[in-house]
């Protein structure tokens, strides 16, 4: 696979886990592209001079390889340093099934088990659209990941999350992403964007770029 990288010159607007993005300059995108949409909680010390925006879909093939490899070098390297923080957002390629895996994991970031949850649904990655997803192995995901299962089952029950997923895909096509999984890496002003698994050694050097 090619490695596909984009230098965007934009203004971004932070708080605490909302990006808005307003790109202006770039062959991809037009100064009406725009997100404005809240992650997941951010992976990382809130004051990390780096953010890397990451869209996945838990089915996703490659997805899962990035989380079993490159993952845990950036957290031992970036992340555990202080140097970058991690956003996730969710973007289900893959069907109804990974929508509800997404539902469920912002039920357990009501319990603040959102990282947790979401490393368990990595973990027990078995394949796209083999059928691995459902109500029950999810129950039992959130049982390994200790949440008060009967606020999590109100929760799945209730759909309270669905319409934030939704959003998330569709607002995340606005800008341009496409594909999973997709990264931005941004230092608040520049902003470079990398598209799927690629080696460790494109994220070392996008984030030396980007830190400048």
């Not at 192995?137 to 929760?155: E, G, P, R, T």
């Not at 799945?156 to 999350?161: D, I, N, P």
Request: aromatic fraction near 12%.
């Amino acid at each position: 696979m090619k490695i596909y990288i984009i230098i965007i010159v934009a203004v971004a607007v932070i708080t605490s886990t909302t990006y808005l993005l307003s790109f202006s300059s770039s062959n991809d995108y037009n100064s009406s592209d725009i997100i404005n949409l809240q992650g997941s909680v951010p992976l990382g010390d809130a004051d990390a001079p780096l953010t890397m925006l990451e869209w996945g879909d838990y089915q996703c093939t490659h997805c899962y390889r990035f989380h079993q490899t490159t993952l845990d070098i950036l957290k031992g390297e970036y992340v555990n340093t202080g140097a970058l923080r991690i956003i996730f957002y969710d973007f289900p390629l893959n069907g109804q099934d990974s929508v509800l895996a997404a539902q469920a994991s912002h039920c357990a970031a009501d319990q603040q088990l959102y990282w947790e949850y979401h490393d368990i649904l990595y973990e027990n990655w078995a394949g796209e659209k083999t059928g691995w997803i459902t109500p029950l192995s999810l129950y039992d995901f959130a049982l390994d990941a200790d949440l008060d299962i009967s606020k999590y089952n109100d929760c799945v029950a209730s759909g309270q999350h669905l319409e934030y997923v939704q959003k998330s895909y569709t607002e995340s096509q606005n800008i341009g992403i496409d594909a999973t999984p997709s990264f931005i890496i941004t230092n608040g002003t520049h902003h470079v964007k990398i598209v799927g698994n690629q080696p460790y050694e494109a994220f070392v050097s996008t984030i030396q770029d980007v830190f400048g």
